[in-house]
Every structure is written in C-alpha cells, then in structure tokens.
C-alpha cells in the first residue's frame, strides 16, 4: 500500500495513458472545430487537427514526467540526481516504446510508430524541466525526519 501512495499520481497517469493508446481506434473522440474557426485561422486549426496525435502523445508524456517528478520530489528526491533523471525521463520513455509495441503486436486498429515515440520522448523531457522548474515552488515534500535520498 506505501508504493500507491507514494506513487499514486503516476500509476493513475500511467493507466491513463495505456487506456487511451490502446483503445481501439473508432473508440478515440474525434474533434470537430464546426464554425468555431475563423477562416484566417483554418489553415492552422487544419494543422493542429491532422497532427493531434503527436499533440496528444507529446502530452500525455509530459503528464507522467511531472507526475513521476512530483512523487519522487515530495520523496525527497531532488531533480538533480541520476535517480530522478531515470525515472522522470527514461521511464517514460521506455513506457512510451513498450506501448508502440503492445499497439503494433496486440492491436488491429492501432499501428506502432516512431514518430509517436519521438513525442513521447520530447513530452518525456519538457516535462522533466517543466517538473524541475515548478514542482519545487508548488509541492512540500514528506518529512520522514531523515536525510535526502539520492
């Protein structure tokens, strides 16, 4: 029960993140912009929509970098250390190159793919340096009246 608790944040976006890149394809809510757009914009609201994907996997990496680094933070683990760097960078990376797999060998209507992972990974580490630059000025870290860990 202490793993939950310590890592709660990042199991919930975790399973999130599998949730939502294993679904099948049909079953992903598609975005209509209708007449939302003005037309000196459509050209951009046509880019963004034909690439929401990578917006989708760039940001659901960067959700569980700052996640991971928020629960390793509040552990007393500081972002400087190779720990932190590890589980807040290639965790997430690796998780992210573990779901192109399962899509490409488990799935029907889901295909592995590289650039997906290529997001996943800048996601990965802008979220590691949003995490560094706010976590610490947001979240208090638990007092286990001990030293740091590293």
């Known amino acids: 029960m202490k793993f939950f608790r310590q890592y709660g944040l990042s199991i919930v976006v975790a399973l999130f993140i599998?949730?939502?890149?294993?679904?099948?394809?049909?079953?992903?809510?598609?975005?209509?912009?209708?007449?939302?757009?003005?037309?000196?914009?459509?050209?951009?609201?046509?880019?963004?929509?034909?690439?929401?994907?990578?917006?989708?996997?760039?940001?659901?990496?960067?959700?569980?970098?700052?996640?991971?680094?928020?629960?390793?933070?509040?552990?007393?683990?500081?972002?400087?250390?190779?720990?932190?760097?590890?589980?807040a960078i290639v965790v997430p990376i690796l998780y992210g190159g573990l779901i192109e797999i399962m899509q490409a060998t488990l799935t029907t209507?889901?295909?592995?793919?590289?650039?997906?992972?290529c997001f996943d990974a800048l996601g990965a580490i802008c979220g590691f340096f949003l995490a560094k630059t706010f976590v610490p000025k947001w979240f208090e870290r638990e007092n286990f009246g001990g030293a740091r860990c590293s």
């Open 109 to 117: 209507t889901r295909s592995g793919d590289v650039v997906d992972l």
């Open 18 to 87: 599998m949730n939502m890149c294993m679904m099948p394809s049909s079953s992903v809510p598609s975005i209509s912009l209708g007449g939302l757009v003005p037309d000196f914009l459509r050209p951009l609201a046509d880019f963004v929509k034909a690439h929401l994907d990578k917006f989708a996997h760039f940001t659901f990496f960067l959700m569980l970098s700052v996640a991971l680094g928020h629960d390793l933070w509040v552990q007393r683990v500081d972002f400087s250390t190779k720990k932190m760097k590890l589980w």
